[in-house]
């Protein structure tokens, strides 16, 4: 092996072997390289990781995450110290196309009794009070999209027993291909399950479930509807049940009102209530839910005895079974955004009473 030679060797250094790293060692070059790969990597992985949070928290439907537009009213001063959260229910209305229009119908007898049998010509629609031609008629039991709206107020905690009984023996009506979703309210609504095909889910959710607080059933509406825009189905239907008015929501009752008028979705409601009313708010609450379900060809069951829940239930469930739906294309095919009334005639068969019409009021048309 050579000898290393000192400072004052007279022997010739050759200076590129100095200056040379080894093979293997990294050039400053490369190490910079690595360093900006290894930073841009992350940075596109924090990137990724954001988008996909940002997209599941859209995904959640809450009564907070609604799109509201504020409603103003401003200050003596001229300033816009007054705000209070307004829906602005015209702004995106939700519309059916205006190629087909589907009507599901319910028909009962005098004695509240579902009436089946019938056929295509003992139908008559009006739009606008112009007759339309039936393209389509089915009395089968179609899948249906069903969310449950359930009040948990405190109010509820001498029936709450019998409530959740209603929905266990309300799911015994559905069929396989069914799916659910539960919202809880008191003093707001609370998504307790997302769409499911379990009944069993859902029931175990409801066992939980603690009566307490005040009564925000509008906004349950609200939230209960949005939810329905991510339904699978075509036929879609929310039921609610409830002791009393509202007390404790952020939206009124001409709001939601309008709103489920531009919702394609049934609307039911088991009101139970005591002998007498002890708020005004409860002594307007079924006249509430009657108006709002027979906008959107829903009904309104009133009781007084909570051991009735369970049989009101089952009726709901099977009537959601055995509609009549009637589809026709508008002879006005104008895409105007206007709001279409439907009419419901009915030609039974002789000798039948008179029979009652249970279908939805109308739609918004498209606007392009």
């Given amino acids: 092996m050579a000898r290393r030679q000192g400072r004052g060797s007279s022997r010739p250094v050759n200076r590129n072997c100095i200056a040379q790293p080894p093979p293997c060692a990294p050039s400053i070059l490369m190490v910079r390289a690595s ?12 990137v990724a ?5 940002s997209a599941t928290a859209r995904a959640q439907v809450s009564i907070d995450d609604v799109h509201v537009a504020p409603r103003v009213e401003p200050s003596k001063g001229g300033g816009t110290d007054n705000m209070e959260p307004s829906l602005k229910t015209h702004t995106k209305p939700m519309k059916v196309d205006v190629n087909l229009v589907l009507v599901s119908v319910t028909i009962t007898d005098p004695m509240n009794r579902l009436v089946t049998g019938l056929d295509k010509e003992n139908f ?13 008629f089915s009395s089968e039991d179609a899948p249906v999209s069903i969310g449950v709206i359930f009040d948990m107020s405190g109010s509820m905690s001498s029936k709450i027993e019998r409530a959740r009984e209603a929905v266990i023996e309300f799911f015994k009506t559905a069929n396989p291909q069914d799916e659910f979703f539960l919202i809880a309210f008191a003093d707001k609504p609370e998504e307790v399950s997302d769409f499911t095909s379990s009944v069993e889910d859902i029931q175990s959710k409801l066992v939980y479930t603690v ?13 209960g509807i ?4 991510q339904a699978k189905y075509t036929k879609k239907a929310l039921l609610i049940i409830s ?9 009124t009752e001409g709001e939601i009102k309008s709103l489920v008028k531009e919702a394609d979705t049934l609307i039911y409601a088991i009101g ?3 002998h007498y009313f002890p708020t005004e708010e409860e002594r307007l609450g079924p006249a509430l ?16 005895n909570p051991n009735d829940l369970a049989d009101v239930a089952t009726k709901i469930g099977i009537e959601l079974r055995n509609q009549y739906v009637l589809g026709y294309r508008p002879k006005n095919p104008g895409h105007d955004g206007k709001w279409r009334k439907i009419k419901v005639k009915l030609l039974p068969p002789k000798g039948l009473p008179p029979l009652r019409v249970y279908a939805k009021t109308g739609y918004y048309a498209p606007s392009e």
């Fill in 49 to 53: 990781i954001l988008i996909c949070l």
């Fill in 211 to 223: 009566p307490k607080g005040r009564t925000a059933l509008l906004d349950a509406i609200y939230l």
């Fill in 226 to 229: 949005s939810k329905m825009r």
């Fill in 289 to 304: 839910l009657s108006e709002i379900t027979e906008l959107t060809g829903g009904r309104a069951f009133t009781i007084d």
């Fill in 272 to 274: 139970i209530y005591d």
């Fill in 124 to 136: 008559t629609v009006f739009e606008n009070k112009e007759p339309q031609e039936l393209r389509t």
């Fill in 243 to 251: 002791d009393g008015g509202d007390n404790h929501s952020r939206y």
């Fill in 35 to 46: 360093l900006l790969f290894i930073a841009s990597s992350a940075f596109a992985i924090a």
